[in-house]
């Protein structure tokens, strides 16, 4: 039997564009609504050292450690996205007193998270990947987001050309997943 070589090839030859893709975060929906910049985070798996008379040898290690995944985002006027993470990094760190955790939650009763959140601290989010047509091509799928920094605000009444306001978020993560429109792992 002959193998043919360009069987193994890649069948699309467009490229992955980096303005192609929509965030969806289930707890915040207005910060993913003017999100501007997103990341697939990368990944470590951790080596062990096997000792040898010779040289030591790097074999793979058993634990991978995920990089956080930042949203960069448009702030609107009212400040209504804005607050949907500064709200729910407070509601978390409960900075004036143990009450807020409980106000923030039970602000936030519309809300459905999976049934093993009892606390409901975390959001499951989709970065849907788009094709070079700006159709769904696969998505990354987190799970149990949660922001624990949120990027300043500065005014400056000098600047003489109007840049809008960005925020950066970054949120830590239990796993995230690339898989197609459908949910299969690729």
Do not use: C, H
Not at 116 to 134: E, R
């Amino acid at each position: 039997m002959t193998i043919n070589p360009y069987d193994k090839q890649i069948s699309n030859r467009n490229f992955l564009s980096p303005v192609g893709f929509k965030f969806i975060l289930n707890r915040a929906p207005k910060v993913a609504f003017f999100g501007n910049s997103a990341n697939i985070p990368s990944m470590t798996l951790g080596v062990a050292v096997q000792t040898n008379y010779l040289k030591d040898i790097d074999v793979p290690g058993d634990k991978i450690i995920f990089e956080d995944f930042n949203l960069r985002f448009l702030v609107d006027e009212n400040l209504e996205n804005y607050m949907e993470i500064y709200n729910w990094i407070r509601g978390l760190g409960y900075p004036e007193s143990l009450e807020e955790i409980f106000n923030w939650q039970s602000s936030n009763s519309t809300f459905q998270q999976p049934d093993k959140s009892q606390m409901n601290l975390y959001s499951d989010g989709t970065l849907q990947v788009l094709t070079s047509k700006q159709n769904p091509n696969f998505k990354v799928s987190f799970k149990d987001l949660f922001p624990y920094s949120l990027s300043t605000l500065s005014f400056d009444a000098t600047d003489t050309d109007i840049q809008y306001f960005t925020a950066d978020v970054s949120f830590k993560y239990t796993i995230y997943n690339i898989t197609d429109l459908s949910g299969n792992i690729l």
